[in-house]
């Protein structure tokens, strides 16, 4: 089955063509970050108008690149939710708008389930069940995964996700927009032993997270130290990124173990942070674990992984009605319940 996929929960406009949930055919990304950066972070209205500019090109340029024309394509997948409504709408609507037109079943699902489904795109993806740790500018969670359309919720932040305390923390230092990449370029020239901060374990035998306090002391650190950022910069991005993997790291290396999966993964634009999978790997290989990362491309938000996500939930029967609609923050079914640990 050829499936189209479609993302634009926040600002990457995105469209895939996907066969049979496994092999990508072309996947085309539109950023918008020259368009934030100046701001520090996204503005909501600026990227719902730049998904309006580039829906038509990015559709096009996908199946141009895939090699098919509309009539071949069998099903669409788009992201309902999670991500910003203005956002979210303009792919929603671009999607059932084409289904409905070409008269081919579509189906909505969850920007998180799709980074779980990230995983499949890949030539050795694990077997089930594994743990995922799906890390991102929106979210950290960790999930149980028992299926391609089934995971429970482990444990999530209940603040900050760590990829929003790397922008924030960027935007501190002078960094821009967006954060992740430059905080672990200027980590490399740093010692993360010079300037330290507390770990956010929070409970070490529970999965959630809280990012909102390390975010708090690095900002405290520059007001009592003025002139630190020329000084220390290198320093306080390696010592700020060293608290932030040790927790992500042993939170899902003990999910694993407790339980039982001897397979693990990292899903999500944080997955792609070098120590985080140099820390993660040496762990994980220390304890007999195997661990599963997608490519860097398919780390960030894609509509690759939506289409695989959306092959599952179509050859199982299940689609979309018109008058369904996105959601901001609301949880889907796959991830309603929170597995006792």
Known sequence: MIIL???????????????????????????????????????????????????????????????????????????????????????FSFAKAFAMSRRIPWIGVSHLEGHLNSLFLESEPPPFPFVALLVSGGHTNIYHVTDHTAARLLGQTRDDAAGEAFDKVAKMLGLGYPGGRVISQLADRGDPDTVSFTRPYLNKDEFDFSFSGIKAAVSRYLHKHPGSLQTRGPDIAAGFQEAVVEVLSYKILHAAEQMNCGHLALVGGVAANRRLREVVAGEADRRGLQLHIPSAALCGDNAAMIAAAGYHHLSAGRQSSPEEDVYSRQAEPFMNNREST
């Open 5 to 91: 996929g479609i993302e634009t929960s926040c600002d990457e406009t995105a469209a895939a063509v996907v066969a049979d949930g496994r092999q990508i055919l072309s996947s085309i990304v539109a950023s918008q970050i020259e368009v934030h950066h100046p701001y520090g972070g996204v503005v909501p209205e600026l990227a719902s108008r730049k998904h309006m500019e580039n829906i038509v090109p990015v559709f096009r340029r996908a199946l141009g690149k895939a090699g098919v024309d509309a009539r071949q394509i069998e099903g669409v997948a788009v992201t309902r939710g999670p991500g910003l409504v203005g956002a979210l709408l303009v792919g």
